[in-house]
């Protein structure tokens, strides 16, 4: 197959959601177009291909469109899971798919008005950017303690080796932390703080935090992954 014929992956580097796309595509081994796309100046076949315009988004070959990230994930995943990624050590695929649906929603409503207060001025909870912030970092905490505890018991969120809701969450957990890595650092999740250190330093995530240029119609095709598949 050419480059030219490969699915296309709409991007960001920094988007939690495109990270965990990014991961099951490496892991699995599949190979894809990289788009890089600048949020503020989104390019029109972007929008054309999802008119939600958000990242990431996968087209196929045959013109479907995946943009829902963790359906890119299993997508990847379902061709090719050297790793096991969807059969979880412990538990089964619907309570792991529980877990992601708590990171997705609960959590990442706190974790968007603790990074992000003057964004939310009119929820109901805010009085101050400084206090409204803090009240949702108290309540991600508690969450975050829960993840703590599964990965204090069993070395991952479920069993002793990584499964998608590893893969799923992590870059979201990375981002919390990233706001005030200082306060981070001095809570009580050891294990949790092990856990995000150890997939900061993985491979498979470092193999896809490269940077490319923004993609425009006169880019050459990026290839991703661009080395070996990272497992």
Not at 145 to 158: C, D, P, T, V
Request: glycine share 4%; proline share 7%; aromatic share 10%.
């Amino acid at each position: 197959m050419s480059l030219s014929d490969l699915p296309i992956l709409y991007s960001f580097r920094r988007c939690p959601y495109a990270m965990r796309a990014r991961l099951a595509i490496a892991a699995s081994g599949v190979s894809c177009q990289l788009r890089e796309v600048v949020l503020r100046d989104k390019p029109e076949a972007l929008r054309l291909a999802s008119p939600k315009a958000t990242v990431p988004v996968l087209v196929l070959p045959d013109g479907k469109v995946i943009d829902e990230s963790l359906d890119i994930m299993r997508w990847a995943l379902a061709i090719r899971d050297p790793k096991q990624y969807l059969q979880p050590e412990q538990g089964d695929a619907q309570q792991m798919l529980a877990l992601i649906a708590a990171n997705d929603g609960p959590f990442k409503r706190h974790l968007d008005c603790y990074k992000y207060p003057d964004r939310h001025t009119e929820d109901e909870q805010f009085t101050d950017a400084a206090s409204f912030s803090a009240l949702h970092r108290a309540q991600a905490s508690e969450l975050l303690m829960g993840l703590n505890a599964r990965i204090e018991q069993q070395g991952y969120l479920m069993g002793q080796r990584p499964c998608l809701a590893d893969l799923a969450i992590a870059p979201f957990v990375r981002q919390f932390a990233q706001v005030d890595r200082a306060w981070f650092d001095a809570q009580a999740w050891t294990a949790l703080s092990s856990w995000l250190l150890d997939f900061q330093s993985s491979p498979l995530f470092l193999s896809i935090m490269d940077k490319y240029p923004a993609w425009t119609p006169e880019s050459e095709v990026v290839r991703f992954p661009a080395v070996r598949p990272c497992t």
